[in-house]
């Protein structure tokens, strides 16, 4: 009886208790189960008749959950609605909620009867839940330079309270600014679950460098760490603004070479078919930017070009040069030629380019070509004429011999340094080389022969006097030249130090002539002279030509004075 009037007693504290005046919030997780504390704990009085969890209903009237009598091992479920199955009471007066839902944020209120009281705690309930990571949606397959374009939507789904959903491009947050970039964001709520979606659109105006950008999207949420999207990276497409032509052939390109042209464009994506202008002639390559032309003539040079093919105007250009070098020499070869005669050289030369030409003989670079118009032995040899320009270079050759009949130019006697022998040198020109013969025996035969000169020596030990024949002889013909040695013993006895072929001579000679004369008469004198011109005129013209010219000379002015 008496606790029917404490019930009603509480009852009435009940309705005067203005719900949610010191409210607790609890924030629960989404699909979990909810726990409501009662005053924290501390809800077991002294006296305690039993404890009732209660609820505001959508419609603001009360609801009762469950009674739960201290006595009792079990709490009485009052409640008839979605809660039926779902609430039970814990040890220490906590509410329990089996799948805690968006329909479980109310306010719930803890009821403590006591013999001596009746309290209320209310505690606010909030079900939070993390959406599911973001998701960047309806990508653009690609962005347009330039061109606000819809790069995609970004969505966060099924989260409480909705999610926040930030652009970024490299990890920098994008802000609307509601020209370049327009963010829209839009939030709907599942009617049967009521979570929230975030769905945003990014608007996006891309320039070339954001060719590597990466743009992600980072949901925020209130319960936990923010997510961020995978990255996505777009291609960025332009206009073609500048057509390249480049020639890939290695410069210079000589005839017979291939020349590739390759033709590119700036844009993106890349053309892909270009049009080709070969010297005036159109052609159109489609799916490759490479064009060849093989096996070129100089007739291939000019100018290339190429262009977009829905754009002429776009076009680059280049003039290729093909390299040759035409030369022609004349003569060619073996050239014979008699000294004193003329050769004409010529070298023809057509080239694409200045031709540099160098010339050699016997290996030895010439200042310029020689003009052959009389021609010497020295001037035979072999010829070399190099003649490039960049990347061609062509040498030829011609081996010029001069031939001449052979000529003695001179032959001359004299003492050997020990004074045993007589030397003498035949000096002659021809070509091929002369063979020499001498008249006489002799030894030691020296010979050189160098550009058409030709010396030999002959050492003779004469033991009466000689006229010794130099002869010299090759296939055209032969010269030949005397010149008389006087016996080395006569010369020994009559005068030692006479030195034959000399001015000296001429002097002693006199001398001599000059004391035997002395006691003889004029008219002997003269005989005698005449006598010994007579003898001697044979081979006097020898030894003028080997010259002594001056000794007949002095020798008359001598025999006049005296
Ligand atoms: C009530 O008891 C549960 C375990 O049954 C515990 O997890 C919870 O923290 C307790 N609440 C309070 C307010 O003491
Ligand atoms: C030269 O010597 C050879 C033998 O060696 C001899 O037969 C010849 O008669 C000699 N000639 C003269 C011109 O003395
Ligand atoms: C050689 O010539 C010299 C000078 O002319 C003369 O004196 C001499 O008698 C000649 N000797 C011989 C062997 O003929």
Not at 19 to 40: D, F, H, R
Not at 68 to 82: C, F, I, R, W
Not at 273 to 283: A, E, T
Request: charged share 25%.
């Amino acid at each position: 009886m008496q606790s029917v009037i404490y019930l009603f007693g509480a009852l009435i504290a009940a309705l005067m208790f203005s719900p949610g005046s010191c409210k607790q919030t609890v924030t629960a997780l989404y699909g979990e189960t909810i726990e409501v504390p009662c005053n924290e704990g501390n809800n077991k009085p002294e006296g305690l008749i039993f404890t009732k969890w209660k609820y505001i209903k959508d419609d603001d009237s009360a609801g009762d959950l469950l009674v739960k009598h201290p006595q009792k091992d079990e709490a009485t479920v009052s409640a008839t609605d979605g809660y039926k199955n779902r609430v039970s009471i814990a040890e220490n007066s906590s509410l329990l909620i089996a799948q805690g839902s968006l329909a479980d944020q109310r306010v719930f209120t803890c009821m403590v009867v006591s013999l001596t009281n009746l309290e209320e705690y209310s505690v606010e309930v909030k079900v939070y839940k993390i959406p599911s990571a973001p998701v960047i949606k309806n990508k653009a397959k690609e962005l347009e330079n330039g061109k606000l374009t819809t790069l995609g939507e970004c969505v966060a789904e099924s989260g409480n309270p909705a999610a926040d959903l930030i652009w970024m491009k490299n990890n920098q947050p994008l802000m609307d600014d509601g020209k370049t970039i327009i963010i829209k964001s839009t939030v709907t709520k599942d009617p049967a679950t009521h979570l929230s979606s975030t769905s945003s659109s990014l608007q996006y105006t891309a320039s070339k460098e954001d060719m590597a950008s990466q743009f992600t999207c980072m949901a925020k949420h209130v319960l936990g760490p923010d997510q961020v999207s995978s990255a996505e990276i777009f291609p960025i497409h332009y206009p073609t603004e500048k057509v390249s032509l480049q020639v890939l052939s290695p410069s210079p390109i000589r005839e017979g070479d291939n020349i590739t042209l390759k033709c590119q464009a700036d844009g993106n994506p890349p053309p892909t078919s270009f049009n080709f202008n070969i010297k005036g002639q159109r052609v159109t390559v489609t799916n490759k930017d490479i064009y060849t032309i093989t096996g070129v003539t100089r007739a291939d040079s000019g100018v290339y070009k190429c262009s977009l093919l829905n754009k002429d105007e776009m076009e680059s250009t280049q003039i290729v040069t093909v390299s040759f070098l035409d030369v022609s020499l004349s003569p060619k070869g073996n050239v014979v030629k008699k000294v004193g005669e003329s050769l004409v050289v010529s070298l023809e030369k057509n080239s694409s380019a200045e031709a540099k030409v160098t010339w050699t003989k016997d290996k030895r670079t010439l200042d310029k070509l020689p003009s052959f118009s009389n021609l010497t032995y020295s001037e035979a040899g072999l010829y070399e004429c190099d003649v490039s320009i960049e990347g061609i270079r062509r040498t030829f050759f011609f081996k010029l011999t001069v031939e001449g009949t052979p000529k003695i130019r001179s032959l001359t006697k004299h003492r050997s340094t020990d004074g045993k022998h007589k030397v003498l040198t035949c000096e002659a020109e021809g070509s091929p080389q002369p063979d020499v013969l001498w008249s006489v025996n002799g030894t030691n035969d020296q010979m050189s022969y160098v550009q058409g000169k030709a010396t030999y020596k002959l050492t003779v030990v004469p033991s009466k006097n000689l006229t010794v024949t130099c002869e010299v002889t090759n296939k055209l013909g032969s010269d030949k030249k005397d010149i008389s040695v006087f016996s080395l013993f006569e010369e020994e006895k009559a005068s030692p130090d006479k030195s034959e072929g000399g001015a000296e001579q001429a002097k002693v000679i006199v001398g001599v002539v000059v004391g035997l004369i002395i006691a003889a008469a004029l008219v002997g004198l003269i005989y005698w002279l005449y006598i010994k011109k007579s003898r001697q005129g044979s081979w006097k013209t020898g030894e003028k030509e080997a010259g002594t010219s001056e000794e007949s000379k002095k020798l008359e002015e001598n025999n006049h004075k005296v």
